[in-house]
């Protein structure tokens, strides 16, 4: 069975900045795709970044493009999102998600096939 393992999450003021970290367990695990999803109270959860994991290729949604990098260290089965200039507005519990099939949207909550625990992010005005 994967697991995803989300850490890095915390408290910072606005214009501050975070480095979430993903680590899947297992020598088995094998993802064609990884992302990051937020979701808010009273949200739904909503894409943030993804990234293909032989490729390197990366897709970010639009509030967070310019001030978000994903990344991906395949020794390490781990995938990074870097968080720079935080909002307010960013404030959500951060889940990593691995897609292990090619295909889909990368946007699409059903793409993905593992969900790690989620780790809170908060950001002060």
């Known amino acids: 069975q994967v697991q995803l393992v989300e850490s890095g999450g915390g408290l910072v003021q606005a214009g501050g900045s975070l480095r979430l970290s993903c680590a899947a367990s297992g020598r088995t695990f094998s993802s064609y795709r990884m992302a990051w999803f937020r979701q808010a109270p009273g949200k739904e959860r909503a894409f943030v970044a993804a990234?293909?994991?032989?490729?390197?290729?990366?897709y970010y949604a639009d509030s967070v493009k310019g001030r978000f990098t994903i990344s991906r260290d395949n020794a390490k089965n781990t995938v990074y999102l870097q968080m720079n200039i935080l909002k307010p507005e960013d404030t959500a519990v951060y889940y990593c998600?691995?897609?292990?099939?090619?295909?889909?949207?990368?946007?699409?909550?059903?793409?993905?096939?593992?969900w790690g625990q989620g780790t809170q992010v908060t950001v002060s005005s």
């Open positions: 990234i293909t994991w032989s490729s390197g290729i990366t």
């Open positions: 998600a691995a897609q292990t099939s090619s295909g889909g949207y990368y946007r699409a909550i059903g793409s993905y096939d593992y």
